[in-house]
């Protein structure tokens, strides 16, 4: 973009939002095919990146990878956007059903 663009999107306070959502939206070119494969940006709101992994594996990988992930992302658009990475794993089943629940192991305290 050209700066007069720049400086008016900054002015009217758009910069940031774009620049999250050009975060969340060149994901893939920005990490690469072999990361992209395997997690996805979940949200990006004042710095802090939110990433989930398809397996725990892959989120132990990813937070390893946490500081090299950081530098990649923030060298791509030129200064620190992405303060925090926040790393997710996948999402585990819920055994609640409906607007109320009970305390307690529910289901669970008759497995065995």
Partial sequence: MSDAVNAL???????EQIEMAS????WREVVGDQIADKCEPLTFDDG????????????TQL????????HRINEEFGRE?????KIKGPTSRSWTKGPRTVKGRGPRDTYG
């Fill in 9 to 15: 999107l900054r002015r009217m306070g758009w910069s």
């Fill in 81 to 85: 956007i992405v303060r925090e990475l």
């Fill in 48 to 59: 802090i990146l939110t990433v989930r992994a398809e397996s725990t594996a892959w989120a």
């Fill in 63 to 70: 937070q390893i990878m946490n500081g090299q992930l950081r």
């Fill in 23 to 26: 975060v969340i939206g060149r």
